[in-house]
């Protein structure tokens, strides 16, 4: 079997191949028609080797022909990626378009395509592909297909990987188009005692390559129906076809635990995965020390703010200003997010300056402007002087007992009660798991808006609704908006702060900020970076009116599409009921009940507020 699909991995390599080498020849030099034509073959193309070069390349692909579209630095013309050849593209004006269009904007995206197509065709080579289809193994095309449903029913139906929405459809319908090819083959060999699963899935895989036969308009389509009563059915059905011919799992991917069969199950993600070591021993015990932390004022210089100053349970661990209150009572720079699911971001902070929650925790505890941590030696004395807190700590760090404590266990502690607050049991979160009295008709559509229409998908991934990149979860997306300085879009301008310009040292990256979750947005308003729109109808209507782009910013490369999203009353209505039904604060929002008692000479630190003054 495996050397069957692995003809086909060849066949389509070899094909996209030669459709890279052909490719450059039909842009501006053919009519209008013929080029829609020859890219959406392409994309299709493209689409068709992902389930394989995703897989056995991830590294390629994403720093290459999958990457999220950022600016990328270029020895000719603007900053756009090689696989803004795909995702954009350029070339496919129409004809009255291309006979305005000057000699030099022809020339250049005539270099453009010729390099890109090039440079992929380079990528595809260094993997040396035609080599390792010779090693593959049943158990890894098994893994491969279940990571390959799950990218097709987050990135695929939210259209993440295209700006041009009429080749979404076509490049899902690829997708899927090889998924049951290589389906078909392992049905073929299932044993006579299972010819009812042979049956069935035959029968859904022939209904879900009609399905997007039949229905192919963008706006209109129903991603909520492609999910629950084909995608979803699919992942339990590859279950059961490789568990039927005794073919063993190998997962090679840590993020998500082997036995998830469906992208929207329930305890889906192995949470060691996003934890620096890798180890969930006394996780329970550091994560109870770590609450008592997060809430405790001890941590900061004046002894009056704690952690939840600006991520208080109550408002989904936001604070609800538009920028938070800084140490000296003035305002922070940025808004607070949420806390809530951050454990499943490879990057923290606004412009993904911290790479795990403990460089988050220890940043925000020695920041002058946040708690005003003078040193870490301070903080470890006050901490010390409770007999109940070295308790605590000789318990979750055993090593503590003979060391004492130190910087590195104050922040484990807190991050690991941080990864503690996940909130992925939403109203939403029940429908896909069968319950289906959860979401009205309103919100069922408003999902379809987010998937569709609204565009939000290809940004805010499912199922976080937040940067995290599906399937791998390895990769945490930013995008530059043009976020305003006033809540306005008469008179428009854009907010100075540079964002992950400053963390990264790119120019490129100017005003570019992590995406953050859509979930308990309906709790944690205001919105953006710098908390500029109160209310998430501000926010669609920003989004809807081409966000910051239609105003020509210089100098700053806007990540969003510069058109309207002519979203009708009824639209943005549904769209905002949903983002409601993405609400799950249940076992997050308790205080504690009493912070641990000091001795000594720090033993006025006992009036100290549970989470701080202010």
């Known amino acids: 079997m495996a050397r069957q699909v692995g003809d086909i991995y060849l066949k389509e390599m070899h094909r996209l191949d030669s459709m890279l080498v052909a490719y450059p020849s039909y842009f501006l030099d053919s009519n209008y028609a013929a080029r829609i034509r020859v890219y959406t073959d392409l994309a299709r193309q493209f689409k068709r080797v992902e389930l394989f070069f995703l897989y056995f390349h991830p590294e390629k692909a994403y720093a290459t022909m999958w990457q999220p579209i950022q600016s990328t630095k270029q020895p000719a013309g603007p900053p756009l990626p090689d696989n803004f050849l795909i995702a954009g593209p350029l070339g496919i004006d129409t004809d009255s378009v291309v006979a305005k269009s000057s000699k030099a904007g022809r020339d250049f995206e005539k270099m453009f395509i010729t390099r890109a197509a090039s440079n992929f065709r380079a990528t595809m080579a260094e993997t040396h592909y035609s080599e390792g289809i010779l090693r593959i193994t049943d158990s890894q095309i098994m893994e491969a297909m279940k990571l390959q449903l799950f990218n097709i029913s987050s990135v695929g139906l939210g259209n993440g990987d295209f700006q041009l929405n009429p080749v979404n459809l076509p490049c899902v319908q690829a997708e899927i188009e090889v998924w049951s090819k290589i389906m078909r083959i392992y049905l073929a060999e299932l044993p006579a005692s299972s010819q009812k699963l042979k049956t069935e899935v035959s029968r859904l895989l022939d209904e879900t390559e009609k399905y997007m036969v039949v229905n192919t308009d963008f706006d209109t389509f129903d991603r909520m129906e492609m999910l629950t009563r084909y995608l979803n059915p699919l992942c339990r059905h590859l279950a059961a076809v490789r568990k039927a011919l005794n073919i063993p799992t190998e997962p090679r991917f840590a993020a998500l635990k082997p036995e998830a069969n469906g992208l929207f199950e329930a305890d889906i993600f192995n949470l060691s995965f996003f934890m620096p070591d890798s180890s969930p021993t006394l996780f329970r015990e550091r994560a109870g020390l770590g609450k008592l932390l997060f809430f405790d004022p001890i941590l900061s210089d004046n002894n009056e703010r704690s952690c939840a100053s600006c991520h208080k349970p109550e408002m989904a661990f936001t604070d609800g200003l538009g920028k938070s209150i800084s140490f000296t009572l003035d305002q922070l720079p940025r808004n607070a997010p949420t806390v809530i699911n951050s454990v499943f971001q490879p990057v923290q902070f606004w412009d993904s300056r911290a790479n795990s929650l403990e460089d988050q925790a220890d940043s925000v505890i020695m920041n002058p402007n946040e708690m005003h941590g003078t040193s870490f030696e301070i903080v470890t004395e ?195 009921s949903f983002v409601h039904a993405l609400t799950d604060t249940s076992g997050t929002s308790a205080r504690p009940a009493r912070l641990p008692e000091i001795k000594g000479r720090y033993a006025r630190l006992n009036e100290r507020v549970i989470g701080g003054k202010f």
């Open 382 to 576: 006050r901490i010390t002087a409770s007999d109940e807190y070295i308790k605590l700590f000789n318990k979750a760090f055993p090593e503590t007992v003979k060391q004492g404590i130190s910087r590195k266990q104050i922040k484990s502690a807190i991050a690991s009660y941080e990864r503690t607050l996940v909130g992925l049991n939403s109203r939403f979160d029940k429908y896909m798991r069968g319950e289906k009295a959860t979401l009205t008709t309103q919100e069922i559509k408003g999902f379809n808006v987010f998937m569709g229409k609204g565009r939000c998908g290809s940004c805010h991934y499912a199922p976080l609704f937040n940067g995290s990149l599906p399937p791998y979860f390895s990769i945490s997306d930013h995008r530059s908006l043009g976020v305003p300085v006033k809540d306005t879009m008469s008179k428009y301008e854009i907010d100075a702060d540079i964002g992950l310009q400053h963390s990264s040292r790119n120019p490129l990256f100017k005003a570019s900020f992590k995406v953050p979750t859509v979930r308990n947005a309906a709790l944690t308003a205001p919105y953006m970076h710098n908390g500029i729109y109160r209310s998430l109808d501000q926010v669609v209507d920003f989004y809807n009116h081409g966000a910051g782009n239609k105003f020509g910013f210089r100098g700053i490369f806007l990540s969003i599409l510069p058109d309207s999203l002519n979203l009708d009353a009824a639209e943005k209505k549904a769209l905002i």
